[in-house]
């Protein structure tokens, strides 16, 4: 029997709530799984980090992180670290760990649940059956580019500068992800980028064009400017398969994607480096495309579902167990189908539960699946 290394890493705010509800799941999987077990490390990292030991992430659970099959990841940040300095922000734990880990591909599935057609702000019909892939570059771009300063000139004004950088080896790389993936799923892939007025929206046009010619002739390729895509998505966002995009643009419109699906509470994503040369193993970071909602947290009003679906994806991408992501997605949907709701998703008529209530309710529910 395999045996699959995680570490948690809740973080702040209502991470900590949704990654215990993972933790009920590991347990479940532990009991009952004949095709692997999983051994648990946990660390702190963002704001809880920072106020243990003065860092975002310590150089420890880095170690532990690189020798890790999968790390789970709640959120970060939150008010009570916005007078922290820059480099020791919580963000800057998360920023490390993608680039640590060269994470350079994060996938963010946008697939819209059909009892929660009504919840999401457009029309049911527009969204009923939505199934997107957006494929994130992770590990460039504006996010990592030097010069990134602010700095006081002779005359006494300041002068901000954030560098938006790709080379061709970067924006390759993404583009065969996104390529591999379309050939499961619709075969069609959008690159967005902004070529009208960037350089490295002319070379990323450039490069995903080279690579459709000679990697994946087979997939439908469009270029869409990344102005026009987000306007598309709120217009007719079932034209989309996968979407290909930049570290900025791939985090914008994840947002908006995302509350198509009813709520932010819904979206999971993956961050994947390469495969290794030697065993094929590509290090991974699972973690919700929500944050850490200081509005709401301790309170146990926190959807796990993101949580939950991002470890479902750590078991399809990470531990070889397509089948058992499989029953997650089912338990996700039939506790939906029931009518129970978290408050962000809470309609008329339906159910309201709190974090673990929503957490004992899919755990049950994979229980009944596998009996
Ligand atoms: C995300 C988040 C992060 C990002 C923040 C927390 C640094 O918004 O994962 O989308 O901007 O990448
Ligand atoms: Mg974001």
């Known amino acids: 029997m395999t045996t699959h290394a995680l570490l948690l890493l809740p973080g702040d705010g209502i991470g900590i709530e949704t990654i215990a509800e993972v933790e009920r799941l590991i347990a479940f999987f532990n009991a009952r799984s004949n095709k692997g077990k999983f051994t648990v490390e946990r660390d702190v990292v963002g704001g809880t980090a920072y106020d243990a030991h003065g860092v975002a992430i310590t150089d420890a659970a880095m170690a532990k992180a690189q020798k890790a099959d999968a790390v789970m990841f709640g959120a970060v940040g939150g008010p009570k670290w916005d007078k922290v ?3 020791h922000r919580p963000e800057a734990g ?8 060269d994470l350079f591909a994060n996938l963010r ?4 649940y059909p009892a929660l057609a009504d919840a999401s702000s457009l029309k049911r019909e527009l969204v009923e059956g939505l199934d997107i892939m957006i ?3 992770l590990t460039g771009g504006v996010y990592f580019g030097e010069p990134k300063e602010i700095v006081t000139l002779e005359n006494g004004e300041r002068r901000a500068v954030d560098t938006q950088l790709y080379t061709s080896r970067e924006i390759e790389r993404i583009a065969k992800v996104a390529f591999d993936l379309a050939r499961k799923r619709g075969n069609k892939v959008h690159s967005a980028e902004k070529r009208n007025v960037m350089k490295t929206g002319v070379l990323w046009n450039q490069v995903v064009t080279e690579v459709h010619k000679s990697y994946a002739p087979d997939v439908k390729l469009e270029h869409i400017l990344a102005d026009n895509c987000a306007m598309q998505l709120i217009r007719n966002p079932k034209q989309f ?3 290909v995009t930049d570290n900025l643009f791939g985090d914008v419109l994840s947002d908006e994607a995302a509350m198509m699906t009813g709520s932010l509470g819904m979206l999971p994503s993956a961050s994947l480096g390469a495969p290794d040369a030697k065993t094929g193993k ?3 970071l699972y973690e919700p495309v929500h944050g850490s909602a200081p509005d709401i947290a ?3 009003l926190a959807n796990p579902i993101a949580t939950i679906a991002s470890f479902g994806m750590a078991l399809r991408y990470s531990c070889d167990m397509g089948a058992e992501a499989d029953l997650i997605d089912k338990a996700i949907s039939s506790v939906l189908d029931k009518g129970l709701r978290t408050g962000d998703i809470m309609q008329p008529g339906m159910t309201q539960v709190g974090t673990t209530q929503m957490g004992r309710a899919i755990e049950a529910a994979l229980k009944a699946l596998t009996a």
Do not use: F, M, Q
């Not at 599935?109 to 819209?112: D, E, G, L, M, T």
């Open 241 to 243: 398969d996968v979407i």
């Open 135 to 137: 494929v994130r570059e």
């Open 298 to 300: 301790g309170k146990g």
């Open 282 to 284: 590509r290090k991974a």
């Open 109 to 112: 599935p946008a697939i819209c």
């Open 94 to 101: 998360l920023l490390r760990l993608r680039k640590d880990l």
């Open 85 to 87: 300095p820059y480099e």
